[in-house]
């Protein structure tokens, strides 16, 4: 897909859709971003589990409060990212919290999560979007899951897995 987006300070206009989680560019982006994250775990979910075309990389990172670590781990994984083509919907779990498909459907609770992102907005084309303020150093925003789009999918997502 050709697309400018920019994201912070970084910017790239020729995207790499992924597979799944066995797709070679998902493997080796998993081995650059590795060692960035400084004993923190990473969760995927969303379409790369899917077998289908995702566009972005969706996952949390779990650790402890550490903002300086926090920034630079995301900083990282972005810049990576944009490297390969690839663009991360990667953030930080405060609470180290994720929304589980399995959870949802069992219970019909939905979950609500805090978390951190490398930056408070992006331009995508010419669409300039917003979703964080700053708090304590860290861009936060407030999320509710399922998100309504998702469920109107009618698929049954797979809940998320450790990579890291």
Same mark, same amino acid.
């Given at each position: 897909m050709d697309k400018l987006i920019k994201y912070g300070e970084f910017e790239c206009s020729k995207w790499n859709p992924i597979i799944n989680? /066995? @797709?070679p560019l998902f493997l080796i982006w998993l081995d650059a971003i590795t060692p960035h994250l400084e004993g923190y775990e990473l969760w995927i979910y969303g379409g790369v589990l899917e077998n289908w075309l995702a566009m972005d990389i969706d996952g949390s990172i779990i650790g402890p409060l550490d903002s300086t670590k926090? /920034?630079?781990i995301l900083r990282n994984i972005v810049k990576i990212s944009f490297e390969f083509g690839i663009f991360p919907d990667i953030k930080y779990s405060f609470d180290g919290k994720l929304f #589980?498909? #399995?959870h949802w459907e069992n219970t019909g609770e939905r979950t609500?999560?805090?978390s951190a992102y490398y930056a408070p907005y992006?331009?995508?084309g010419s669409e300039f979007i917003s979703w964080a303020i700053m708090e304590n @150093?860290?861009?936060v925003a407030e999320r509710s899951f399922p998100m309504n789009l998702t469920v109107k999918k009618n698929h049954r997502y797979r809940d998320p897995i450790r990579f890291a």
């Open positions: 989680e /066995n @797709d926090i /920034n630079r #589980s498909w #399995s609500y999560c805090k992006m331009q995508y @150093d860290l861009f």
